[in-house]
């Protein structure tokens, strides 16, 4: 069909279904977050492509600046805005370089980092996040909010960990399905990232991933998988990496496994610079290209747009015919459906931001994730009403966490320090703070040493503790490269910056010492016996201070649990116990050598003891789990396992609980883990009551992915059912047959 049939088609289907498309507005019909399309706007969409001319279909699928993409002016089609995510929205990027535009009015809410919102076992809250963090998005005009990011914790180095789930597949699931909800509720889409395998920021742009089909199906998709089936997720953002010598911005796995096996009807959009090749953009499912040539960081040349893989060359290979034009349809099909979920839905709001309810949903979810570790004697809490002297040791108590990291930094109306958070909580104490360290400002890319005197900034600290009541150390890592920032990994495993020797002469003058760790990893901690209590702080954004005032204080009793393992020793994690092949690679490519044994899975397959464990978090009060049963002994393949038991609360307070469900095979005719996370569930429970929780399992959910045959397989026989509070502490185990 030539375009002048095009035109008059077109024009009837126009006619047909009286859609106004020449008008300056095209409005959308509802359109919710779960795929549901409404024919009729997929007949509004045909009409529409139908009157685009080949120049600007192409225009649609690449940028036209740092971060939006041309729209259609004499057909009133929008352009699309996006933003960086997933803590807040970041703000707003000068037209054609990484400068900051210096608005007056792009302040935000900064909302606790993913790890946090994953520590909280608490899908509800991310929901909450998901609307808090959508309508700060609408606010601010934006379509597509760049999150959240659910890549799999497979090493403490990996520099962006601290912006995904955790190391479990079940966990992160489980937490982003709602997330996206919340966000898509909006009218804004959520970005779902990075698919797939962008397990480490070394060599990222390159390195090229070796790893089995079955832990690729049973690690590293399930968290996409539930995005992309029960999420909904509007969009998908491509990875930098390469698996299996191709990059998967443009791979095979994007049209074979998103979006026919999942059946995702979204915008593939590449991350900056992600993108290699035309042909392959255009044939392996990439929809919308952005940042190529600046690799997210430099500035573009003179019509560096109109060169973009997606741009001219796209445009000349369709015209030779060396590409169909029905390919850049299909593209601009799914913007558009894109389009009228965002920007062209006439049942989209305004927006809210900075506003009261945003600050006490970022306060909640950042209180409820807080894990506290270690609490010998009863350190944690600390008694507000007492006189006493609080020493404050540490950077980390009055250093912005919401600057630095690369593209998830953010420039928040108001982020209350530790210290602050004390200060306004602790008014019958004395607080005296000394930064003991310092790190130096962050810098994407490169590490600016601090220019102030280490030794007096150790000798001041150490003079402030002689004389206090309490110390509290607030240590950890930082936004700064190297640390938990994108663009390079850790280079160490244990603390930065000297803060290990700074504890150890800290004890040495003052023995009733707690630590609070500000990090989006774990460290090694060869100084735990010697502290009575250590709290794992997480990046809490701009609530920090009161939410880590509101725990240390008791008024409230902590609940989270940690998302991933700690090892002892950084040998004692998976990736690394296989050596530089295993991670970070040769440069070149690099080889998943622990296979589907990755975080606790590892730990307890091999039985490695962890310093911490997966689940692991106190409270200030004390449970039990009992009772524990199953509905049935036996089940076949189609049942659900529903596991009950009760909770009881034994300490002098409230407190709130995570039962964990995992489930193991011991003798299978394959490799399994120990055992695996297959059903949590977070209860409050008063002082001196019992509750009782029932978690239901799908008996499918146990099967496991058979690379004979290429699709999942379920095993007869006998399995284990562990209930606890942690991968390491089961309160019961139940033996269950599958028929």
Not at 146 to 169: A, H, Q
Not at 200 to 206: A, G, L, V
Request: some cysteine.
């Amino acid at each position: 069909m030539n375009r002048k049939n095009s035109l008059k088609l077109g024009v009837l289907l126009v006619a047909l279904f009286g859609v106004l498309i020449l008008n300056t507005n095209i409005y959308a019909q509802e359109i919710v977050s779960k795929n549901i399309i409404n024919q009729d706007v997929e007949l509004k969409i045909d009409s529409i492509i139908s009157l685009l001319t080949l120049e600007e279909k192409v225009a649609m699928c690449h940028a036209q600046s740092k971060f939006s993409t041309a729209g259609v002016g004499r057909l009133g089609i929008p352009e699309v805005w996006m933003s960086d995510g997933p803590h807040g929205v970041r703000g707003e990027i000068n037209w054609d370089n990484w400068g900051y535009a210096k608005w007056t009015n792009d302040s935000i809410t900064a909302f606790p980092a993913l790890t946090c919102l994953a520590a909280t076992f608490n899908p509800k809250l991310s929901k909450k996040y998901g609307v808090s963090i959508g309508e700060e998005a609408l606010y601010r005009e934006k379509d597509v909010l760049l999150g959240p990011g659910v890549n799999i914790y497979r090493t403490p180095l990996n520099g962006r960990n601290f912006e995904y789930m955790g190391e479990d597949p079940f966990l992160a699931s489980k937490m982003v399905i709602p997330y996206i909800h919340g966000v898509q509720e909006n009218g804004v889409a959520a970005c779902l990232k990075h698919y797939v395998l962008n397990n480490q920021e070394q060599w990222r742009d390159h390195i090229n991933v070796k790893v089995s089909d079955r832990a690729l199906y049973e690690i590293y998709l399930p968290a996409f998988k539930a995005a992309v089936v029960e999420g909904g997720v509007w969009s998908v953002m491509g990875a930098y990496n390469q698996f299996r010598g191709q990059h998967t911005t443009h791979h095979k796995l994007l049209n074979k496994i998103l979006k026919t096996d999942w059946g995702f009807d979204g915008v593939v959009i590449s991350d900056w610079g992600s993108t290699h090749d035309t042909k392959e953009a255009a044939l392996y499912g990439l929809d919308m290209e952005m940042g190529t040539g600046t690799d997210g960081l430099t500035s573009t040349s003179l019509n560096a747009y109109d060169n973009y893989y997606l741009a001219d060359p796209f445009l000349q290979m369709i015209k030779k015919g060396e590409i169909e034009e029905s390919i850049v349809d299909e593209k601009v099909r799914r913007i558009l459906r894109l389009m009228f979920r965002t920007n062209m839905n006439k049942n989209r709001g305004f927006g809210k931001i900075n506003n009261d309810e945003h600050l006490e949903v970022a306060r909640e979810i950042a209180a409820e994730g807080i894990v506290l570790l270690k609490n010998e004697n009863s350190f944690f809490p600390i008694d507000p009403s007492k006189k006493m002297t609080i020493a404050v040791i540490g950077e980390n108590a009055t250093r912005k966490m919401t600057l630095g990291g690369g593209s998830s930094e953010l420039k928040a109306k108001n982020e209350i320090s530790p210290l602050k958070g004390l200060q306004d909580r602790y008014k019958n104490a004395t607080i005296v703070h000394a930064l003991g360290y310092a790190s130096g400002p962050p810098v994407y890319g490169r590490v600016i040493p601090s220019e102030l005197d280490a030794e007096a900034l150790k000798n001041e600290a150490i003079e402030v503790a002689k004389n206090a009541d309490v110390v509290l150390f607030f240590g950890g890592l930082n936004k700064n490269y190297q640390q938990d920032c994108e663009g390079g990994d850790r280079i160490d495993y244990g603390l930065p910056f000297g803060q290990e020797e700074l504890l150890d002469e800290l004890i040495e003058v003052n023995k009733n010492i707690g630590v609070v760790l500000v990090s989006g990893n774990a460290v090694a901690m060869p100084w735990l016996s010697k502290v009575n209590a250590v709290m794992q702080g997480w990046y809490l954004g701009s609530e920090a201070g009161n939410a880590l005032a509101d725990v240390i204080s008791g008024d409230v009793n902590p609940s989270g649990k940690l998302p991933f393992s700690f090892p002892v020793h950084l040998t004692d994690n998976s990736a690394h116990h296989f050596g530089e092949i295993s991670y970070p690679g040769n440069g070149e490519y690099q080889e998943y050598k622990e296979d589907i044994l990755v975080g606790y899975r590892w730990h307890d397959t091999q039985k490695i003891k962890p310093l911490f464990a997966f689940g692991y978090g106190l409270s200030y009060t004390n449970f039990n789990i009992d009772n524990v049963s199953t509905d049935k002994k036996t089940y076949t393949s189609s049942d659900i396992i529903k596991v009950t038991c009760d909770v009881s609360n034994i300490g002098v307070i409230t407190g709130s609980e995570v039962v964990q469900v995992y489930v193991g095979k011991s003798k299978s005719k394959v490799k399994r883990a120990a055992k695996e996370l297959k059903g949590f569930e977070k209860i409050v429970v008063k002082n001196n009551s019992t509750e009782t929780v029932e978690i239901s399992i799908a008996v499918e959910d146990l099967a496991y992915y058979n690379e004979t045959i290429s699709d999942w397989s379920l095993e007869k026989g006998t399995y284990e059912i562990y209930v606890g509070n942690a991968s390491n502490n089961i309160s019961k185990k139940l033996k269950i047959r599958i028929k």
